[in-house]
């Protein structure tokens, strides 16, 4: 059983920075595919990036490529996601999530295949 606890999120001016961490309480981090999912209101959840077991795949969703990052630190259980350029569209509130995987190299990009999901930390991005 894993609990994931997110941090991180608040509001910003657009074209600003944050960077989100979510942090596993189990013991075997590593074997989890790590993503970050985001949830507006009024719109459905949606896929924002993955990384790998190793940390050496990456996969974003084409709204976010080039501004933002996915990152793993395997020894400290936690996950970041650096976010550069931000814009209005980018609020919501955004949860990690993991996924047991066998590879080392897969990236999963859809929820379901996500067995633990943390409460989410709120970004708001204001023009």
């Known amino acids: 059983q894993e609990r994931l606890v997110e941090s991180g999120g608040g509001l910003v001016q657009a074209g600003g920075s944050l960077r989100l961490s979510c942090t596993a309480s189990?013991?075997?981090?590593?074997?989890?595919?790590m993503g970050w999912f985001r949830q507006a209101p009024g719109k459905e959840r949606e896929f924002v990036a993955g990384i790998s077991r190793s940390g050496g795949s990456t996969h974003y969703a084409d709204s976010v490529k080039g501004r933002f990052t996915i990152s793993r630190d395997n020894a400290y259980h936690t996950v970041y996601l650096q976010m550069h350029n931000l814009e209005p569209e980018d609020t919501a509130g955004y949860s990690c999530a993991a996924a047991p995987v066998a590879s080392t190299t897969v990236v999963v990009t859809t929820a379901p295949e996500y067995d633990y999901w943390g409460q989410g930390t709120q970004v708001t991005v204001s023009s």
């Open positions: 189990g013991r075997i981090f590593s074997l989890y595919v």
